[in-house]
């Protein structure tokens, strides 16, 4: 199975997504905020990045900028997770590099199936 790279300020989401990822065989690192989440990304390949939009320190846009720079990471799906459903934001998610939006609430078989349909 994979391993995910999950990026959340919120301890409820993350822990939520992190158990959905793991009873479907992936294995999941956590990061709090975009700068946690590069540095976890930096020395360690992972096969997908969900992260939020919305976070302190680093925000997701940021990120995905910041992980596309890393040449093992120029080609890795990163799913943006996020209450924000504007065109615009999404917009600057895909200029950022971005793969796919999910929005916020979703279901754990909605994660899943997404999850899932990036990765192929």
Same mark, same amino acid.
């Given at each position: 199975m994979a391993t995910? %790279?999950?990026? !959340?300020? /919120? @301890? @409820?989401l993350r822990q939520m997504v992190t158990m959905t990822l793991k009873s479907s065989g992936h294995q999941v690192i956590e990061a709090t905020n975009g700068k946690e989440a590069l540095q976890a990304a930096q020395g360690k390949q992972v096969d997908l990045v969900l992260s939020d939009v919305n976070m302190p320190i680093m925000d997701g846009i940021t990120l995905v900028k910041e992980l596309r720079k890393? /040449? /093992?990471?120029r080609l890795t799906p990163i799913l943006m997770l996020t209450t924000e459903s504007s065109a615009d934001m999404k917009q600057q998610g895909k200029s950022a590099g971005a793969t796919g939006w999910l929005v916020k609430p979703f279901s754990p !078989?909605? %994660? %899943?199936? @997404?999850v899932k349909r990036v990765l192929g």
């Open positions: 995910i %790279l999950a990026v !959340d300020d /919120s @301890t @409820t890393i /040449s /093992s990471y !078989d909605k %994660l %899943l199936a @997404t």
